[in-house]
């Protein structure tokens, strides 16, 4: 087997110097009820080229998002990501490194931790960031747990703009924990509801900017309210990519910020692995979940960096850890650094204007047609339309007829929900839709209205 | 002196090594490199954009104002920042990196070259399922893989990493206490042994930990368990790692699952140590009700230098009702996604989308690679070469626990005793021998451990040469050389860091100010 | 010394660094490597197989019936082997290469991905022409922007490499030359600082090689050139780099140009220094006769520690009708190959199909991410950066010839006069502050000539710190610091390696009973 | 642009230093006629999705290999190379890097170099090989110089078996030298006929083997007859794989070995970059083209590689070089080097008997047909056929009407040679190539004659 160094001659020489008599001899403490005889009832091992053509035939199974006209967003959003984002994180040193305990041998991992946290900090308006977490959705459960360990309070209200899945995530993980997590129904323009029945008991409230439907809130007086009740205010995203056109949370008075970095570098992926963003203000750093990395010297007084504060952390606290995080996202913030490096402030500027002129433009075009009415009056890159046949139905047509994938049905995402959002459709535009795209998008959506 | 005319120097003067420090903090090909920070501009990019023109802003008024403050660099300088940082890091493909309760084995690149085929690559989580049936078949074919040699029912896809399917696991058993109204039952037994993600998921799940200590031997002790259980009205369940972090497997382990079921609990298994056991021991024969896999150790899925993973759980009948979606369903040729736990007995969402797509793909194409034979091969190597280790250091080093190991041998640093040279010094002395240190003062049951995991995929020949150099540093540890230890590393990018100093006050971000 | 669970130490003593040579013969990060031989074994191998069942042989009764005596590794070995290796290069991607005359500019990774679609890397050269369109368009595409960016009527591809393509022109000449019935034109007058491919051509293509010198001024000297051609009737023409290598241009070119052409010659003008020039100047419009292009020079597409290459090059009206097959011709839509010289005046055919086809995707992917403007302005910067260096130098290192230079600087060793460096010393001690030397000892008509070539890759910062060093070096070799000069380097890999002994008693290959 | 790190302030201030007002006065020694003032008339500057996607449709518009079956050799041959050559060969430190002029800092290439060479050498049989040529046919052309050399003799005799492509490339080598290059008509089973005319003033005779027509060579009649004149015999060969099945020409006494490497590691890349080998007897090493890598120690007496010899090369020799070659197949050599260490001899040996194994059958498949006669009684992955019809129409029709890529027609090769050929049909098989390719060849070529 070609991934197996040892072959006959070593397995005998190193029996015989162990003293076993075969290697079955070495599995002795395994019961012998539970001792597998036969071979597993799967198939045998495949050459490279069986498996790759195998995997390859699934893979063309998927209608890849880049092989026509694609408008879907909905907490994941297609970007161009130039290639030498993908040939570095596949060199050696850091896609076989592990999580780098070991700094004097790991300080590649640990400098560019070190400017990931920055950039993430600067992002959103953050003092500090921490070095990621799984996905959006698990660092704003985490973000809410965090809120209620600094603040000492047990209740979460969750604004009716917040990514439903991030909804959901965040109720399970504080259900079991006594948590009282107050969603609100989605549904567009309505976030301030999140307001109603907070109180000196509340933790925090979570509103998203972008929202899901991609209304752009103004978190100020979020923030205002919230910290008027001694509650924190924390700001989720979806699209980091929007804070190069817009404040950010930090400069609105958000506490929190957490989100998705998967638009940055990372790609698609069919959901995962995506990589989880947590920032916050300086006091709140020891609340933090999950690791993160310090600047430090050597004993030659060098400057180097180390992951740090980890008595918050699993292996050091145990059952007072303020997460159970262990493994996180650590290559795709290799992969969000050197893209937001390569962009720098200037080409996430101009790549966040881009996508929003393009949007505008959909937008405009979108809403010419008989039955299509725009719901978000304030949107970056990506806007919700009211259609006048349910929304499912009409992207379903508009892939089968046209290969057009023509935007999200509001209703996917909000199943649980009652039947209102049926006739929603979230569309998103970025730098990748090019003007034939649209005009096929235009078409699509009008023949599937007709 | 003469050389040739491409200026290459033809018989060199043999001169004493003057290690004198270079102007630029550079040395040869080890490259000293600033922080984009102080190297990037915010008008610089490496990104170009076709032209578009702008259309009145629809920001709601909330345009930003201020700078951000994100260097920039260009594609050039980029590629160089970041191959000179990378080569600061030590890597599986670099050399032997035995991170004991990590599996660091090779990481085909097949797998990567898979995973970046558009049809997984770039597809959304969200579109229609109609475009996207060859991903559900993918995770549909993974989890029968996963099923098979688990030996178990059923499995959740979504969880992230290990930790989190811990959390799956744990949240399963939380609901179905719940849905037997047994509010009560919220003790969970760990044993002292356990990686802190156990106790900590315990408690993120709303349970109380009792620790369990362990026997001279190194697994549980049943003594102490069947006390621990005299009063069982509480007792929720047992979290075991399995073999556990002492490299051991659990004999007992079919009358601990007996006797936490009687109890009325579930028995967690931490499926971290799965790499002793593909292919040889199905964990559904043990008597376990969940278990979460780590497709990034087991499943040969890249480290990434901390992430990302994945955790597949799997879950025993009486734990299925409960969990989480969403989950892939076969109906006739069509493979459908239940997205909604409306109405079941599911505990939820644990995360945005499916799973870590990107890990299943490499995951299968190393099992398909392997297959049913390659497997239970690995297996065997695996734990051949930690018992290659451990009886080759046996006379020169502590085992901590005699008799034959699973994949991974476990010392404790009583061969230290007196030299001064502690487990830490050790590990270093190795990093200036071209090795990553073992797992270190972890599991805690061992004074001073040092956990040994070589993998199936190192070589005898390797291996050979490993066990030369920790012999050699066990003999000058014990010949006294004690500063050789306490110095090292000598030969890395950096010599030992000041951690006390990074988290009494915390630098956790560049400022232009602290410069 | 209080270390945290990790085994990370948390405050260091400092102590002295004592570089006491390892067991292993590794330096931390620095894994020295065997070779395959020594390592792998002909039993292994990192390659699976399906099954096949033999058939009767057809192998006409030869057989192979010894052993080969080639090493396997898996592949995890394998990995580890070749990455620990590539650690041990210097490379672009690490630091400055500022070598003259190779002009070692940052390589896109855009490229390398182009260059690996199925459709250009995983197609026959001898597909049917109708299933290869893409192919041959993008030949055609490439030499169109090729003819236009040197101002030429035509160009043949199929040249591997710059000498190669130096090999095509003096053919086409020497094709064009016996056309004419001119046999007894024999004579290419060649400069004394020409690059060692062009006198190796002539001769290469039966003609004699006459060296002209240079001016002070480092130019042809057009004296001694009029004098070359009093009896011109044998000279069938020069060979000259424009600009030259000393990174001149060659002021008199045009009138050169034209004295050769009264003189029944012709020109050829090597275009390894082409990334002076590309939208500023046509050589077209200098009166060239023929050119080759480095497309693993100006065009970007790596060097690769040595090739491939690829050398299209240029012809005039003149030499057309000799240019080698194949090429490509557009009818209509559709692009046809002509491979048969039958019939025709072409001088035959230099290499097995078509050219460099990977390197011709790699280059049209830089030429169109350029674009007409950016070329221009890659051009303006290269030229900028010497200067800069070579302005910044100026005064701490001794330049060649005064006044602008182009694409590059060139420094002669007066400066090291009396100080015991010498010009290879300085280039080792380079390498230990983590540069590249330079090209040295070329072109030969500077004493210890030092050619730095910065290209349009590097920033400002980064030109910034290498004048820093080399300021510092200079005046440390004139502080009379010589011993750290002939020691250099000291932080490389190896240190200066014995070429004689390598020369003299070649060992050029491994034999089992060498070790 | 993306590339360029330079922006408006650098240039300014550079400028600053050099004292130059601006940049055109830096180009001022070119005749002004000479100066350009506008841009050429080519496309502006483009994205890097631009450009992907403008490639991306060219590179649509050809047949892979890999979309259908394929059974094309001719001397280019397609064989599945593991991902991690790939992988590996575009590692920057092998990539990026120039000729290892500086050992202290090229160990990395230079291992591999020398590496290379002893495989090269183990494989042809041949004590040395160098650092590798452009490809087969310019080395073949080289080996027939280096004869010259040698024996200092102006003959050279190419057999009928020779690649035509080779055989061109040296006769246009020869003929610029003075040097009688003597081909060969080309037709399968009449290589011996090289050996007329072959005398005193004969340098060496070419012969391939397996031969372009696929046919199997015993070279030692013609390394005996080579001999007795005091020539020398050069063995060609286009496909390494076979030696993992049949005889090396080292061991039937040809003195220099040259080929195509292309079949390992490299791939089909449209006919290049390919990989010349080049492998000779010791006591021709002085007489040997191209760059070498020898072993020698460093000044603390390491062993270290450096390259040497180059007293034969032009950049030393100028005039009185070996060869002009500088630029040679550096990365290809990496590539090669590496499949080979992946394969071992075991892998080698395997993969050639599978090769094999594979041509026996097609050629029983396919002789099976009617109108299709097997012209090559042995054959290694290779083999000729003799078609009832002109091949070049049955490829045509191949492709067209079952989107096979049936063979090679001999008459694309041998255009310059009489119509004698006009029904050859050269066909190769190799492990790429399924059951279900093999029986849509079948079907293909049936349909084609009938
Ligand atoms: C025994 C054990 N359990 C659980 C985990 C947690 O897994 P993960 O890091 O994937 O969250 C680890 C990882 O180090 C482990 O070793
Ligand atoms: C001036 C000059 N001419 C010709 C060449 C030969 O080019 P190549 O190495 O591509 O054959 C070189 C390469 O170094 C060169 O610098």
């Known amino acids: 087997m070609r991934y197996l160094p040892l072959n006959e001659n070593d397995r005998k020489a190193m029996l015989a110097k162990i003293g076993a008599p075969d290697v079955d001899a070495l599995f002795g403490d395994v019961p012998k009820s539970a001792r597998l005889t036969d071979l597993i009832d799967l198939p045998l091992r495949q050459t490279e080229s069986e498996v790759d053509s195998a995997l390859t035939q699934m893979a063309g199974k998927n209608r890849a998002a880049g092989s026509g006209p694609f408008f879907i967003g909905g907490g994941a959003y297609r970007h161009h990501i130039p290639a030498s984002v993908d040939h570095l994180i596949q060199r050696s040193e850091f896609l076989t490194a592990y999580t780098p305990y070991q700094p004097e041998i790991s300080q590649g991992t640990l400098q560019v931790l070190f400017e990931f946290q920055t950039q993430v900090a600067q992002l959103t308006g953050m003092d500090v960031a921490n070095a990621s977490m799984y996905d959006g959705s698990t660092a704003c459960a985490e973000a809410a747990l965090m809120a209620c360990r600094a603040t000492r309070r047990k209740k979460v209200h969750l604004a009716a703009g917040l990514h439903p899945h991030y909804r959901e995530t965040t109720k399970t993980q504080g259900k079991f924990q006594g948590i009282e997590v107050r969603p609100c129904r989605s549904r567009p323009g309505h976030d301030e509801n999140v307001m109603i029945g907070m109180d000196k008991d509340s933790a925090a409230i979570v509103v998203q900017s972008p929202n899901v439907f991609g209304e752009i809130v103004d978190l100020q007086p979020y923030a205002d309210a919230a910290h008027a009740v001694g509650a924190l205010l924390i700001a989720v995203f979806t699209e980091p990519l929007a804070f190069g056109a817009i404040k950010s949370p930090g400069e609105m008075g958000a506490d929190i910020v957490v989100g998705e970095g998967q638009s940055i570098g990372v790609g698609l992926n069919f959901g995962g692995p995506y990589l989880g963003l947590l920032a916050c203000r300086q006091k709140l750093v020891r609340q933090m979940p999950g690791r993160v990395c310090g600047q430090t010297v050597d004993a030659n007084g060098e400057r180097g960096f180390v992951l740090t504060l980890s008595t918050r952390e699993q292996h050091i606290r145990r059952e007072k850890a303020t997460s159970n995080i262990c493994t996180n996202s650590g290559l795709c913030t290799v992969a969000f650094s050197i893209h937001m490096t390569l962009l720098g402030e200037a080409g996430l500027r101009e790549l966040a204007r881009i996508n929003h002129a393009k949007a505008c433009q959909l937008a405009d075009m979108l809403t010419e047609i008989d039955g299509v009415e725009l719901v978000t009056d304030t949107f970056f890159n990506e806007f919700t339309l009211r259609l006048s046949k349910p929304a499912r139905a009409v992207t379903h047509h508009m892939v089968e007829k046209s290969n057009v994938l023509g935007g999200l049905a509001a209703s996917r995402l909000m199943a649980d929900d009652n039947k209102s959002q049926d006739d929603l459709l979230i569309v998103c535009a970025t730098e990748t839709n090019s003007e034939a795209d649209m005009t096929a998008f235009e078409a699509a959506l009008k023949e599937a209205l007709s | 002196m003469s050389m040739n005319r491409e200026g290459r120097s033809t018989a060199p003067v043999s001169t004493n090594v003057t290690t004198s420090p270079t102007v630029s903090g550079n040395k040869a090909l080890a490259q000293k490199e600033l922080l984009i920070f102080e190297v990037g501009t915010p008008r610089r990019t490496g990104v170009d954009f076709s032209d578009t023109p702008s259309r009145p802003s629809r920001l709601g008024g909330l345009e930003r104002t201020s700078d951000i403050g994100l260097p920039g660099l260009s594609e050039p300088e980029t590629l160089r920042h970041y191959v000179r940082l990378s080569q600061k890091n030590f890597a599986i493909d670099l050399g032997v990196y035995p991170l004991g309760s990590c599996t660091m084995k090779h990481n085909p690149r097949l797998n990567e070259k898979m995973a970046r085929l558009p049809g997984f690559a770039d597809v959304h989580p969200l579109q229609p399922q109609s475009t996207v049936q060859g991903a559900l078949e993918l995770i549909d074919t993974l989890a029968d893989w996963i099923c098979k040699l688990t030996g178990m029912p059923a499995v ?339 010599r030992r860091l000041d951690e006390t100093r990074a988290a009494r006050k915390p630098i956790l971000r560049w400022r232009p100010e602290a410069e």
Not at chain 2, 168 to 185: P, S, T
Not at chain 2, 209 to 228: F, H, N, S, Y
Not at chain 2, 315 to 322: E, G, V, Y
Not at chain 2, 399 to 407: K, L, R, T
């Open chain 2, 156 to 494: 959740a896809m979504s969880p992230k990493a290990g930790a989190h399917g811990e959390l799956c696991g744990m949240m399963a058993i939380r609901a179905a206490l719940d849905a037997k109204g047994a509010a009560h039952k919220r003790r969970v037994l760990v044993p002292e042994s356990a990686h802190g993600t156990n106790p900590a998921t315990a408690v993120q799940c709303g349970f109380t930990v009792d620790e369990i200590p362990a026997t001279d031997g190194g697994r549980v002790d049943m003594a102490a368990l069947r006390l621990k259980l005299v009063d069982s009205d509480d007792i929720a369940g047992i979290m075991l790692t399995n073999p556990n972090t002492c490299g051991l497997f659990e004999t007992d382990i079919i009358e601990i699952a007996k006797l936490i079921h009687d109890a009325g609990g579930y028995f967690y298994c931490d499926g971290a140590n799965f790499n002793a056991l593909v292919g040889k021991v199905r964990p559904g024969d043990l008597g376990i009700d969940a278990m979460h896999l780590n497709l990034h150790k087991t499943f040969s899925t890249p480290h990434g230098g901390g992430g990302p993973g994945s955790g597949p759980t799997v879950l025993s009948d009486a734990l299925l009702p409960f969990a989480p979606v969403p989950y892939v369903v076969k109906q006739g040729e069509t493979y459908r996604l239940v997205e909604d736990a409306t109405g079941t007995q599911s505990f939820g969402r644990m995360t945005a989308f499916h799973g870590q797509m990107g890990m299943f793909v490499r995951a299968l194409s190393y099992m398909m690679s392997h297959g049913a034979d390659g497997l239970r091969q690995a297996t065997q190597d695996a734990v051949l070469n930690a018992n290659y280790v451990q009886a080759s250091l046996s006379d020169v080093m502590s085992v901590a626990f005699s008799g034959y190991c699973m994949h991974e041998a476990l010392f404790d640093d009583s061969f230290l005793k007196d030299t001064g040279v502690d487990t830490l010094d050790f590990a270093k002395a190795m990093i200036d021998e071209g090795y990553h240190p073992m797992t270190m003062y972890f599991p805690l049951v061992v004074h001073g451990a040092m956990l040994i995991e070589p993998t199936e995929s190192e070589s005898k020949g390797e291996l050979d040469r490993f066990i030369k150099v920790m012999r050699s540093l066990a003999s000058r540890a014990k010949n006294g050389e004690v500063a050789h230890f306490k110095a090292a590393p000598v030969h890395a990018p950096l």
